[in-house]
């Protein structure tokens, strides 16, 4: 009598593991199946984009700012002189709408920020001309995001001077300057709603150096050029434009950023998993 109820009990006890075990087994393959489609299933957002226009310079201010509350990104400039300053820069409405749907379908017309430097005059000091410098300073201690996942673009660099006339380093977090050798190329794309570029940038990712070897059928300057890859502790990126004797105009260049955002489908996924974990351990504790 005692044994034939010791081995029913086991019995039902040996069918409630195994209930418990495929309840188990299910919200982990929901959460798994949730966070590999979080993964393959990405979209992207740009951030958006304000400023302080009409100044510009040195006194320039533009932040770019995460729709998914990943904090911001700040820019300042540097300039060599005051003749170096476009009449251009900082009026990042000049440069919205763009569009890099190719890339990044089902973004549309994004924002961006437009920074211009003059190129070198030709008479003053040094004979044939000096040149115009500036630096563009992209502060990431406000990003709260991942920075390795976070897309860096750049538009419309110069084609009409000796290459390369672009450079770009990164302030790492011992706040050293590092070339941007980690920088993965998403991939090249003529801004859809601007001028067509007249060459393919390229970067040269082991010293930073920006330059446009392969020619295009557009008509002005270069395409756009996107990366991830900004290694984690990164303070800012820095872009220098080194610019010769050319023109009064300057030369207008575009900046974005971007971040994936997991398909809504997926983030409903893996919070039905996460729920079903919780309610099973509530189960077991029971």
């Not at 976070?150 to 770009?168: C, H, R, S």
């Not at 070339?179 to 991939?187: A, E, M, S, V, Y």
């Not at 601007?194 to 002005?220: E, K, Y």
């Not at 900004?230 to 990126?237: E, K, N, S």
Request: proline share 6%; net charge negative.
């Amino acid at each position: 009598m005692f044994s034939n109820s010791t081995s029913s009990v086991n019995r039902v006890a040996r069918t409630m593991a195994g209930a418990s075990s495929r309840r188990l087994a299910l919200a982990l393959a929901i959460v798994l199946l949730g966070s590999s489609s979080a993964l393959s299933a990405v979209n992207y957002d740009f951030l958006s984009v304000s400023g302080n226009w009409p100044l510009t310079g040195n006194a320039a201010s533009t932040t770019f700012t995460s729709n998914n509350l990943n904090g911001i990104v700040a820019v300042s400039h540097i300039f060599s002189s005051p003749a170096a300053v476009g009449y251009a820069d900082n009026d990042n409405a000049l440069i919205f709408p763009s569009d890099f749907t190719t890339l990044f379908p089902g973004t549309g017309q994004v924002q961006g920020h437009l920074a211009m430097t003059v190129y070198g005059d030709p008479g003053n000091p040094l004979p044939g001309g000096n040149i115009h410098t500036s630096q563009v300073i992209f502060d990431l201690t406000g990003y709260t995001g991942n920075l390795p996942d976070l897309v860096f673009g750049i538009w419309n660099t110069t084609d009409e001077v000796a290459l390369p006339a672009y450079n770009i380093q990164l302030l790492d977090s011992s706040s050293t300057l590092v070339d941007p050798t980690t920088f993965n190329l998403i991939g090249n794309q003529d801004n859809q709603t601007q001028v067509a570029g007249a060459h393919m940038m390229q970067l040269d990712t082991s010293t930073g150096d920006i330059t446009a070897p392969t020619a295009l059928t557009g008509s002005t300057h270069t395409d756009a050029m996107f990366f991830d890859g900004i290694p984690t502790g990164t303070l800012q990126i820095i872009v220098t434009a080194n610019l010769p004797p050319l023109n009064t105009i300057g030369d207008g260049v575009g900046y974005y950023f971007a971040e994936p955002v997991p398909e809504p489908s997926s983030i409903v996924l893996s919070a039905i998993g996460l729920v079903s974990l919780y309610v099973f351990r509530r189960r077991r504790k029971r």
